[in-house]
């Protein structure tokens, strides 16, 4: 058996099911829609597992976007905009397809 973590994760699939129906998405955005749908993980985890995915090639990554405000931290914030890649399996699941169809 090979070391380290495991290449497949739940949490990347479910995160594969989000954005099979946003199309496209940003970390915080995809955050927020799984934590409505999924029982709750934090957002570290979801971030780690974009940037896995984006190795994978489950995700790629489709612009990035700066955007001016007045948040905490600074005047502007990056947005990293996340499309499904080709290695990326969407299953349809029925639960995540209730949802979307629920907020429209």
Known sequence: ???????????????V???YFMK???GYGIYKVYIAIFPKVTMRSIYYHLNRGVKT?????????TEKGNYS???????????LGKNAK??????????FEKKK
């Open 57 to 65: 090639k489950e995700f790629k990554i489709n612009k990035i976007k």
């Open 73 to 83: 931290w600074g005047k502007s914030v990056e947005k990293i905009y996340y499309t």
């Open 1 to 15: 058996m090979a070391r380290g973590r495991p290449v497949k994760s739940q949490i990347r699939q479910n995160i």
């Open 90 to 99: 969407p299953l349809m699941s029925e639960k995540v397809k209730k949802w």
């Open 24 to 26: 496209e998405g940003y």
């Open 17 to 19: 099911e989000i954005l």
